[in-house]
T-cell receptor, first 110, second 116 residues
Framework: AQSVSQHNHHVILSEAASLELGCNYS??????LFWYVQYPGQHLQLLLK??????LVKGIKGFEAEFIKSKFSFNLRKPSVQWSDTAEYFC????????FGAGTTVTVRA | DTAVSQTPKYLVTQMGNDKSIKCEQN?????MYWYKQDSKKFLKIMFS???????INETVPNRFSPKSPDKAHLNLHINSLELGDSAVYFC???????????????FGPGTRLLVL
């Protein structure tokens, strides 16, 4: 099964700052990659996913992620964050089961 | 019009009790899952059912028993609840099929279990 690591445990930003969250996965074969977001007290929502094709994936709410196969990475980015982006962000990789990273808490200060 | 629903949303109970959590999906998916999210927000899969058949059974105490009466439902029964069972339990569903190409999982709202 996959091992997924997220580089940052807690990120604190001001509104309008750019955000980048790192994610690395362990398996070099065919793998599906996901970013989920969990707003305070809510369930996980899919931000974006990569199965194949264009390695730059655009998701909801202005998020995008880049799949770099040679680096086993799938980093999440947003050019300008808003206060409402305060949430927990999870990277996940799926070979035969979905394995999650430990999550990154993002706090956006107004 | 909820895609994946769970009941109850909150569950507070005493140690030693037996409780059940129910999950239903109306997405037409063929696979359902239970995840446990601990106090540090770490998410780990517990079980997965495909077409009512158990396909993933992680290292989970025998006190946890999933049951899938049909493709749209996956329940979780927990016997002899312990303090360490306190967590948020999420149900999820996906369509796996043969090609495994559309295997995006959609999550329910979670059940917050507190064992006293």
């Amino acid at each position: 099964a996959q091992s997924v690591s997220q580089h940052n445990h807690h990120v604190i930003l001001s509104e309008a700052a750019s955000l980048e969250l790192g994610c690395n996965y362990s398996y070099g074969g065919t793998v599906n990659l996901f970013w989920y977001v969990q707003y305070p007290g809510q369930h996980l929502q899919l931000l974006l996913k990569y199965f194949s094709g264009d390695p730059l994936v655009k998701g909801i709410k202005g998020f995008e992620a880049e799949f770099i196969k040679s680096k086993f990475s799938f980093n999440l980015r947003k050019p300008s964050v808003q206060w409402s982006d305060t949430a927990e962000y999870f990277c996940a990789a799926n070979d035969y089961k979905l394995s999650f990273g430990a999550g990154t808490t993002v706090t956006v200060r107004a | 019009d909820t895609a994946v629903s769970q009941t109850p949303k909150y569950l507070v109970t005493q140690m030693g009790n037996d409780k059940s959590i129910k999950c239903e999906q109306n997405l037409g998916h063929d696979t359902m899952y239970w995840y446990k999210q601990d106090s540090k927000k770490f998410l780990k899969i517990m079980f997965s059912y495909n077409n009512k058949e158990l396909i993933i059974n992680e290292t989970v105490p025998n006190r946890f028993s999933p049951k899938s009466p049909d493709k749209a439902h996956l329940n979780l029964h927990i016997n002899s609840l312990e303090l360490g069972d306190s967590a948020v339990y999420f149900c999820a569903s996906s369509y796996v099929g043969i090609q495994r190409e559309s295997e995006t999982q959609y999550f329910g709202p979670g059940t917050r279990l507190l064992v006293l």
